[in-house]
């Protein structure tokens, strides 16, 4: 069974630009959760998509946002990219039982210039 | 909000060792998680707790489920080379979407190798 995938692996932007990034689940999985990893910080919880409707934010401004698709799938989307948003933003996806925990992708490392 | 304060931040370890960590809040917490990430990796998940006053085993992992529902604990015991990386105890914030929500995670305890 595959895991969670995450597109690009690295992408450089430049202050200003939008980044797009991507995320397949593992199949079966109709959660998926987005989370940010700066230097030497714990993971923030994002975004939280479950049947294509956002369920829950963290605290970050609205040029955060995203989307899941019918296959379950999701970007994030950061617009108007300030220095501080580079960091590794991990994908995570989980099923609708109870019980069952978020399983994450590798990341995708986004650097702002 | 909800807070999980992790300690130690780091130590360095010899192999064959046993190690502890643990992982604290000011409210309570109905799971408890422990991931491991290496570097350029995603977590992965280790051992998730349950009830208050679980201890489970994974392995050469031991986690416990704090009576208070406020703490938790990971030993390792005889340590080897590759249990270094980042271990992060997480759990889902009381309240919106409960066990299925979002994760709180501590900042980490990183274990590295002693010189």
């Known amino acids: 069974e595959a895991g969670v995938t995450q597109s690009p692996t690295h992408l450089i932007k430049t202050r200003g630009q939008q980044a797009t990034l991507r995320c397949s689940p593992i199949?079966?999985?109709?959660?998926v959760y987005w989370y940010q990893q700066a230097l030497g910080l714990g993971l923030q919880f994002l975004l939280w998509y479950d049947e294509g409707e956002e369920r829950n934010r963290g605290n970050f401004p609205p040029r955060f946002s995203g989307r899941q698709f019918p296959n379950y799938s999701s970007e994030l989307n950061v617009n108007a990219l300030e220095l501080e948003d580079s960091a590794l933003y991990l994908c995570a996806s989980r099923t609708g039982r109870a019980t069952d925990t978020q399983y994450f992708g590798p990341g995708t490392r986004l650097t702002v210039l | 909000g909800q807070q999980l304060n992790q300690s130690p931040q780091s130590m360095f370890i010899q192999e064959g060792e046993d190690v502890s960590m643990n992982c604290t809040s000011s409210s309570i917490f109905n799971t408890w998680l422990w991931y491991k990430q290496d570097p350029g990796e995603g977590p992965v998940l280790l051992i998730a707790?349950?009830?208050?006053?679980e201890l489970t085993s994974n392995g050469r992992l031991t986690a416990q489920f704090g009576i208070t529902r406020k703490d938790s604990f990971l030993n390792i015991s005889a340590s080897i080379p590759s249990d270094v990386g980042i271990y992060f105890c997480?759990?889902?914030?009381?309240?919106?979407?409960?066990?299925?929500?979002?994760?709180?995670f501590g900042k980490g305890t990183k274990l590295s190798v002693k010189p």
């Open positions: 199949s079966g999985h109709t959660s």
């Open positions: 707790l349950y009830k208050a006053g």
């Open positions: 997480a759990g889902p914030p009381l309240g919106y979407g409960g066990s299925q929500g979002n994760l709180i």
